[in-house]
């Protein structure tokens, strides 16, 4: 099945207690990105990665490191998280940026940080 | 800025209506993509359809279809014949044609009640 995968799908830490969000794609997708949803702020983006080569800062990357260093994975790293990143994170792929078919999203890690 | 705007937090229908999403965005650009993402409460998030600026003819898929308005900058998402399964946060995002960062931007989001 093509899909996004996402882990964990909850998670409770503390603040400055570093951390990853794993996200692994079986589509061969070159364009992956990280998104985070908050109430009446839709989705932001936080890192895209156009390929393995090419990886670049989004709308609100303050706090986050992510790495690509093989096109199915795409993990995103908080250093020290604060609990202004208390968020709903969403890792997404697309064969061609989004354009023509979309975003294949995965199932969303529900981060409290206290 | 690129911004979109839906101005309705929350919306009910009853099974088997027809219920329409509003969209607004603003954008100084000709060329880009409108979409409609659904977010049932499995939190998965999924494309819903899909509509080019530059095709003068409203996208439809299934019971899905939009208004595109390019002019009045408007991208409106009909439902006909409404399901408990539509119930969901509902979604609408931009995207520059010529976006090399695949940004999209989405709107605060609408939460759709169906009622049976």
């Known amino acids: 099945e093509a899909q996004v995968t996402q882990n964990p799908r909850y998670l409770i830490t503390v603040t400055g207690k570093k951390l990853t969000v794993t996200c692994s794609q079986n589509?061969?997708?070159?364009?992956m990105s990280w998104y985070r949803q908050d109430p009446g702020l839709g989705l932001r983006q936080i890192y895209y990665s156009m390929n393995v080569e090419v990886t670049d800062k989004g709308d609100v990357p303050e706090g986050y490191k992510v790495s690509r260093k093989e096109k199915r994975n795409f993990p995103l790293i908080l250093e020290s998280p604060s609990p202004n990143q208390t968020s709903l994170y969403f890792c997404?792929?697309?064969?061609?940026?989004?354009?023509?078919?979309?975003?294949?999203f995965g199932s969303g890690t529900r981060l409290t940080v206290v | 800025a690129q911004t979109v705007t839906q101005s309705q937090p929350e919306m009910s229908v009853q099974e088997a209506e027809t219920v329409t999403l509003s969209c607004t965005y603003d954008t100084s650009e000709s060329n880009y993509y409108l979409f409609w993402y659904k977010q049932p409460p499995s939190r998965q998030m999924i494309l819903v359809i899909r509509?080019?600026?530059?095709?003068?003819q409203n996208a439809t898929e299934n019971r899905f279809s939009v208004n595109f308005q390019k002019a009045a900058k408007s991208f409106s998402l009909k439902i006909s014949d409404s399901q408990l399964g539509d119930t969901a946060m509902y979604f609408c995002a931009f995207m520059h044609r010529s976006s090399n960062t695949g940004k999209l931007i989405f709107g605060q989001g609408t939460t759709l009640q169906v009622k049976p």
């Open positions: 997404a792929s697309s064969p061609d940026g989004g354009r023509g078919y979309g975003y294949t």
């Open positions: 509509q080019e600026a530059y095709k003068q």
């Open positions: 589509m061969n997708h070159e364009y």
